[in-house]
């Protein structure tokens, strides 16, 4: 995972871009070619909002696949 907020300037014509509780998440386009399934979810909890992205790949050889 990486996270980076300062994105002025940057290209991001290269990613999918969801939006979930405020949080907007850039997928790269080669994790969209090979999982069959993203999901994502954000849980706010008192001052700060959490997120999570669960990837399932198209097959168990793909990479990070278990």
Known sequence: M???TYLQRKNLSRYHTA???G???LL???????????AISA???????SFA???????SHAPGAT
């Open 28 to 38: 790269s386009q080669k994790l969209g070619a090979w999982a069959d399934t993203i």
């Open 2 to 4: 990486s996270v980076d």
């Open 43 to 49: 849980k706010r909890f008192l001052l700060w909002t």
């Open 53 to 59: 992205v669960e990837v399932i790949p198209i097959h």
């Open 23 to 25: 949080v907007d998440i």
């Open 19 to 21: 939006t979930t509780g």
